[in-house]
């Protein structure tokens, strides 16, 4: 299976992801999120985004806003890449209490570039952890990266990326600390990705 690494720059925010595959993935029940998040871990009530073009539609919670999507070029080619905005001024959204959560979509992403890709921004980080995911019936992965500095990735993040059309798609969540990561940021995640839906 294919290693994604993607850099994006979108409303503040500088994304760097890392993968490789293993192992499996252990399961958190969406109940933790109102426990974690104060959000319902019922999806019904969640607003619904769907783009014909790239041909899916997935769910996001209430509160949180999708920026307008933008295509961009990058190590993956044309990508088209969306945001979703957790609670908060337009300006300084409150990070935190909710979590800053993107969707990219690689049409035309091949293996190799990819990568190629990953061990450039793969050495330096703090710590990688990567286990094997299923989304959508798809066979993907999931990866928990830690800081990397020497490519401008201040942050924590959870990633997952799975083939996708001809190309690949990556989710992805940001978290402040490891322990968010493990605790908040995998049961978030994987409450959005059981809503996900190729058209």
Known sequence: LVVVVVGAAIGGYILFFVQKQSGTSPSFPS?????????????????NYTNSGAGLSIKYPEGYTAKDEVSSSGPLGQTLQVLFRPPGPEDK?????????????????GSGDIKKEVERQKQGAEYYEETSKIVAGVSGIEAKVGPNPKVGNLQHTLFVAIPYKNGRIVFVVFAKDRNQLEKEAVPFLDTILSTFKPE
């Open 93 to 109: 959204p409150d990070l935190w209490k909710g979590l800053p959560f993107i969707m990219l979509v690689a049409p035309e992403a």
């Open 31 to 47: 109940e933790k999120l109102k426990e974690v998040l104060g959000i319902q871990s019922s999806t019904k009530n969640w607003q």
